[in-house]
């Protein structure tokens, strides 16, 4: 289940490298897969995205990070696995009140103070400061960008046509 770890570096990376909070979480079936993907399983990377550069790009960089690992990538008649992947974006603005100083108000004070206990006189210089804090309306973008990566087991799916994912792992984020 590592080499899987590495797949969600390239989710990372996917995901804008200023977000400022990732999260990942990760599943896997421990009946299918009691010690993990064995060395030299095969693999067939697909995603239902439209043909794209990006969508070349980030399956080139699954298969290397697969080949690297001890894994090999093949056809769909011949592997053993099914590695699906797919990310989305969307965009939502929002308008926040944030809030912005104004101005500042000093007040001055000063005198005696006199003491009971030895009949003093004290003579005090204050000063206090009001900060005057107004809310503004600020529009802002907020980013929802999330990666997911499954894996099924080919056999089951050659033999019955059912989908059944055997592990699975989405790396995500919010932010502006």
């Not at 990538?73 to 965009?91: C, G, H, P």
């Not at 033999?159 to 792992?169: F, L, N, V, Y």
Request: with cysteine; aromatic share 16%; charged share 20%.
């Amino acid at each position: 289940l590592k080499i899987f770890s590495l797949l969600m570096i390239s989710a990372l990376m996917f995901l804008a490298s200023c977000s400022k909070r990732i999260n990942i979480d990760t599943y896997a079936d421990v009946d299918a897969l009691p010690n993990g993907f064995e060395k030299k399983s095969t693999f067939f990377i697909f995603s239902k995205k439209e043909r794209s550069f990006l969508l070349k790009e980030t399956t080139k960089k699954i298969a290397k990070m697969l080949k690297d690992k001890g894994y090999r990538v093949s056809d769909k008649a011949t592997a053993q696995y099914y590695l699906f992947f797919d990310y989305d974006m969307q965009s939502e603005k929002q308008t926040i009140r944030v809030p912005v100083t104004v101005g500042q108000t000093s007040v001055s004070s000063s005198g005696n103070a006199y003491g009971y206990l030895y009949d003093d006189s004290v003579h005090y210089n204050g000063q206090a400061v009001a900060t005057q804090t107004e809310y503004i309306p600020q529009e802002f973008t907020f980013f929802n960008k999330s990666m997911t990566f499954q894996v099924f087991n080919a056999g089951l799916y050659k033999s019955t046509q059912k989908e059944e994912c055997i592990w699975q792992s989405t790396a995500y984020n919010f932010d502006s």
